[in-house]
């Protein structure tokens, strides 16, 4: 979800205003510079970064609790070097060719994209979540600003954009628009109902309901969408049927004091990725001939996580459109992988790496990683074990409440005896050992994903 990147700038005074300031009869020296004689990538500091980004939990500093997933410090004095001619982190953003700025070109700029809540700014490209996550969304005039420093250059110096721009207090107000729900025949939809998020809380919960599917059906194609605020958007199949949470329940993750419930946490360790994003929208679909079984009186439980950083109550929900086919058309069922590392021993008071190898019996195609780790995990590490490309990276997650989800344009080909490695490094922060388990207090070592066998 980040998977994610969000951005600041570095901020000093123009020489053109502290001359002023000196011999000017009419300042005094405690006076604020001319804002129309600094520098645009100072008052893109002082008036969005700072103010907007640079902000604690964010990306104010390396201490930030977010910083291990995001990478990127925003601060007065370093945000310059952090942002222009940077590679993202934001691994599909990386794969166009994106830069968090890249000079003279605002729509091969991260920033940009983060800034801008329009879809239609880059032809329907998602980036993950925009910014401020939770927060208030910048004025129209302080995009355009960003957007035309960025066009002449992203210069660190000088004044290249209309500082007038920043009084325009006018935000384009987006109507959310839930999805459609699929044509009878062609797909079912299931939904998150509209909820309340109070101020300056983040909350997340799990909703189980039924597909609505009375038979078997094949699944090609799946959509979600999540209003303004969402950091993910997950739906979950069960490893055990027979332990399930109640129909339509809300179960929140957090108690109202953020305390964290641990009923709930407990209901996760039951859980199977079947299929989600970190965007607010995705419409993704299989490999021709490939397709996902549903089999009939299906549930999920979904999952949906809001951020509300306002000092209003902020409304949130999603949905999920799971289109289907004939079976005729369908030559290979997508299965889900579910590889554990359940042999974990954590020592008191250390961090320790652990690793272990699948290997295949058929051969496979992957599609889709991603990872589950609880509180303890540092970093989710996989690699392809064997054959030509033994030993590559192919997924790297740093966030085990919500990691990367990532769907490769070419599927990873693996053959009879190859297989993917996980590497994870856990942080044992407790005085006693850890081992695997299912409560909040125990850890996991889990690949979710999605492959068919060749």
Not at 53 to 81: N, P, R
Not at 106 to 114: A, F, G, M
Not at 310 to 329: F, P, W
Request: aromatic share 8%; charged share 20%.
């Amino acid at each position: 979800m980040n998977f994610l990147t969000y951005t600041r700038l570095g901020l000093c005074v123009g020489v053109s205003a502290l001359f002023l300031n000196l011999v000017s009869c009419s300042k005094t020296a405690t006076d604020a510079p001319d804002p129309t004689e600094m520098a645009s990538f100072d008052l893109i500091q002082q008036k969005i970064l700072t103010p907007s980004c640079a902000t604690s939990g964010c990306h104010l500093s390396e201490k930030d609790g977010t910083f291990i997933q995001h990478g990127l410090v925003l601060a007065a004095g370093v945000a310059y070097e952090n942002l222009v001619g940077v590679d993202p982190k934001n691994s599909d953003a990386k794969t166009d060719g994106l830069k968090r700025v890249k000079p003279f070109a605002s729509l091969e700029s991260l920033l940009y994209h983060k800034l801008n809540i329009s879809a239609s700014h880059h032809s329907g490209r998602q980036y993950g979540n925009p910014m401020p996550l939770g927060g208030a969304t910048l004025p129209d005039g302080q995009i355009e600003f960003v957007r035309r420093w960025i066009e002449a250059g992203a210069p660190k110096t000088g004044s290249v954009a209309d500082a007038t721009l920043l009084d325009d207090k006018t935000t384009t107000v987006t109507t959310y628009d839930p999805l459609p729900v699929p044509a009878v025949g062609t797909g079912f939809q299931m939904a998150v109902p509209l909820f309340d998020i109070q101020p300056n809380f983040e909350r997340e919960l799990f909703t189980r309901r039924m597909v609505g599917n009375t038979q078997d059906v094949y699944v090609n194609r799946y959509e979600t969408k999540m209003r303004s605020g969402s950091h993910h958007f997950v739906a979950y199949d069960f490893r055990n049927k027979s332990s399930l949470p109640n129909l339509n329940d809300i179960r929140d993750l957090r108690n109202p004091d953020n305390s964290l419930n641990l009923l709930t946490a407990i209901t996760m360790s039951n859980h199977v990725y079947l299929a989600g994003s970190q965007a607010q929208y995705q419409d993704y679909t299989f490999p021709a001939g490939a397709a996902l079984l549903i089999p009939a009186g299906a549930s999920f439980d979904l999952n949906s996580h809001f951020v509300n950083k306002t000092t209003s109550v902020m409304k949130g929900e999603a949905q999920i459109n799971l289109y289907t086919v004939d079976k005729s058309t369908v030559t290979q069922v997508v299965q889900t992988l579910d590889l554990s590392n359940t042999n974990l021993n954590l020592p008191a008071n250390t961090r320790v790496t652990m690793t272990k190898s699948f290997t295949f019996d058929k051969p496979r195609k992957v599609l889709t990683l991603t990872s589950h780790m609880h509180k303890l995990g540092e970093k989710f590490v996989i690699k392809i074990r064997g054959g030509t490309r033994d030993g590559e990276v192919v997924y790297t997650s740093t966030d085990w409440e919500h990691p990367d989800i990532i769907t490769f344009a070419t599927p990873i080909s693996l053959q009879k005896g190859e297989g993917l490695t996980s590497e994870i490094t856990y942080n044992n922060t407790t005085t006693k050992a850890v081992s695997f388990g299912l409560t909040s207090e125990d850890e996991m070592g889990i690949i979710f994903g999605y492959y068919y066998e060749q």
